[in-house]
């Protein structure tokens, strides 16, 4: 029986984060270049993304390259950069046609213009769907986005437009790069690495975290079913106790 006939569809996370690991281990594993992992790991995005759709999530979140990937071979960054180019632009009418808004976070500018470009386009031609918000985490990390918001903040206090009574969480919030995104419930991480990886720290405070041992390409709809299953099966707490949590349901 398939994971999704459990799932309580009233109780699903608004916001699913991803780190999409093992692309290269799984091509390699198949005596391939790490770039045919990277390939079949779109085909891994498309089904996750229907399969959030289906349990009507509205934030997918995919940490598509971090800032510390351009440290990768050039053959290797090249390759992503044209496969997320191509990805795009090939994906966007179906995605568009199914109600989805795209967007990315991350360092943006420091993206090739190719790329950038056609984010941006993406973006202006699906930003008035009201479906699933797809976000592409591009050049992205945690770190980045916190020392930005960090320099924000100390510049409007040291001009007098800000107090530091005012310096607040929420604040904080809408400055990063997620502004105005809720934070996310769940995030899942696939290839058996424990590790966060310098993603959304601050946004993850609260977040359940899952790990598989499913590389990101034989990561399908019925491992996306069954996270959110076992997400479902917690208690999230937020610093109370059971009792109180029972109380407020
Ligand atoms: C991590 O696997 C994966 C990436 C750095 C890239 C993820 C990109 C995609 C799945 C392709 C395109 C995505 C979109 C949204 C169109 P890894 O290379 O670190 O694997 P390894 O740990 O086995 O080496």
Not at 27 to 49: I, P
């Amino acid at each position: 029986m398939s994971f999704l006939s459990k799932i309580n569809k009233d109780k699903t996370p608004k916001h699913v984060a991803i780190i999409m690991d093992g692309n290269g281990r799984w091509a390699q594993q198949q005596g391939h270049d790490r770039l045919f992992g990277h390939n079949f790991g779109v085909e891994s995005v498309r089904e996750v993304l229907k399969a959030a759709q289906e349990l009507n999530v509205k934030y997918l979140t995919l940490y598509a390259f971090s800032t510390e990937n351009w440290n990768r071979p050039k053959m290797e960054v090249d390759g992503l950069m044209d496969l997320l180019v191509r990805s795009i632009s090939n994906e966007v009418d179906e995605l568009h046609e199914s109600d989805v808004i795209i967007s990315g976070i991350g360092d943006l500018d420091g993206l090739p213009n190719s790329c950038k470009d056609e984010l941006n386009a993406a973006y202006e031609r699906t930003k008035n769907n009201k479906g699933i918000n797809l976000i592409l985490a591009l050049n992205y990390s945690a770190r980045w986005e916190l020392t930005e918001v960090n320099k924000k903040i100390a510049a409007k206090v040291q001009s007098g437009k800000l107090q530091l009574s005012e310096i607040t969480d929420e604040l904080i919030s809408n400055e990063l790069t997620t502004k105005g995104i809720p934070d996310p419930e769940l995030l899942i991480r696939t290839s058996g690495e424990l590790r966060i990886s310098n993603f959304l720290l601050w946004q993850i405070a609260y977040a359940e975290l899952y790990f598989t041992d499913k590389l990101w390409p034989d990561f399908k709809k019925e491992d996306f079913y069954e996270a959110i299953l076992d997400y479902q099966s917690r208690e999230r707490r937020f610093g109370m106790v059971s009792a109180q949590i029972e109380k407020n349901l």
